[in-house]
């Protein structure tokens, strides 16, 4: 059974920055695309970034050039680095498999928050 587990939300000030990480057990990940997706309050969970096991990249029109998708094959980890965010960026923040493939069970997520 794979378990992802996000972390490193937080609350932070428009244009503040975060790191956030997903650790995925099980043998699935060092040859799977991997992506980070978000979900604001009343709406669709949102596929922001996705990276392939080669490290090529695709990140969604609102958030290229502020967000940075990244992975550690050897850790098992998939990390995504957030600059200059705004709060249009408030969500909670999953790792998953991309589409086409079905995602695994989801993880609890991690809580962003951007606000003065």
């Known amino acids: 059974q794979v378990q992802l587990v996000e972390s490193g939300g937080g609350l932070v000030q428009p244009g503040g920055s975060l790191r956030l990480s997903c650790t995925a057990s099980?043998?699935?990940?060092?040859?799977?695309?991997m992506g980070w997706y978000r979900q604001a309050p009343g709406k669709q969970r949102e596929l922001v970034a996705r990276?392939?096991?080669?490290?090529?990249?695709y990140y969604v029109d609102s958030v290229k050039g502020r967000f940075t998708i990244s992975r550690d094959n050897a850790k098992n980890t998939v990390s995504l680095q957030m600059n200059n965010l705004k709060p249009e960026d408030t969500a909670v923040y999953y790792c998953n498999l991309p589409p086409p493939a079905n995602p695994r069970p989801w993880g609890q997520g991690t809580q962003v928050t951007v606000s003065s």
């Open positions: 099980g043998n699935i990940f060092r040859f799977t695309p």
């Open positions: 990276i392939t096991s080669g490290g090529s990249t």
